[in-house]
């Protein structure tokens, strides 16, 4: 029983965390641009090593959890921070502060759990609160982005 209180109280202080915790408006221009296949179709060479994101990550979090990871950061990453490109001409320094944003949620978040699969969730769960994306996915997509631009998991 003391089990089950000490994680209804560890949810509750999650859901209060991820409530103070705001992200730019610009961010959903991302996310949105996620669902558009006109620009996801555009060849990018994806220059990225494997083996820094192997090197993130620990035995907390889970194998397809990874795999998850890898998958969106080769398919999304050269497009999303595309997309962060186009934000900043528009409206210099809002990717930097989204970037701030998330680091400081992170490092919340790492503060309560030492379960990167647990972190990897509550992020998730953040980003999909927060912009309401169409899928879950989204939400997957934009944390591995972070995960592999070393906001997240260092």
């Not at 961010?27 to 090593?49: F, H």
Request: hydrophobic share 35%; net charge negative.
């Amino acid at each position: 029983m003391a089990a089950l209180k000490k994680s209804f109280i560890k949810r509750s202080e999650l859901h209060e965390i991820q409530r103070s915790y705001q992200i730019e408006k610009d961010i959903q221009k991302v996310i949105e641009g996620l669902y558009s296949s006109d620009d996801m179709d555009k060849e990018l060479d994806l220059e990225y090593d494997p083996k820094s994101l192997n090197d993130k990550f620990n035995a907390t979090l889970s194998v397809p959890a990874q795999r998850k990871i890898k998958h969106n950061v080769t398919d999304f990453y050269q497009y999303i921070k595309s997309k962060f490109l186009e934000i900043e001409q528009e409206n210099p320094n809002a990717s930097v502060l989204i970037y701030s944003q998330v680091k400081t949620f992170y490092l919340k978040q790492k503060t309560l759990s030492s379960s990167q699969q647990e972190i990897f969730s509550n992020i998730v769960d953040w980003f999909y609160t927060k912009t309401q994306p169409q899928t879950i996915e989204a939400a997957e997509i934009v944390t591995s982005f972070f995960i592999q631009n070393c906001e997240v998991f260092e």
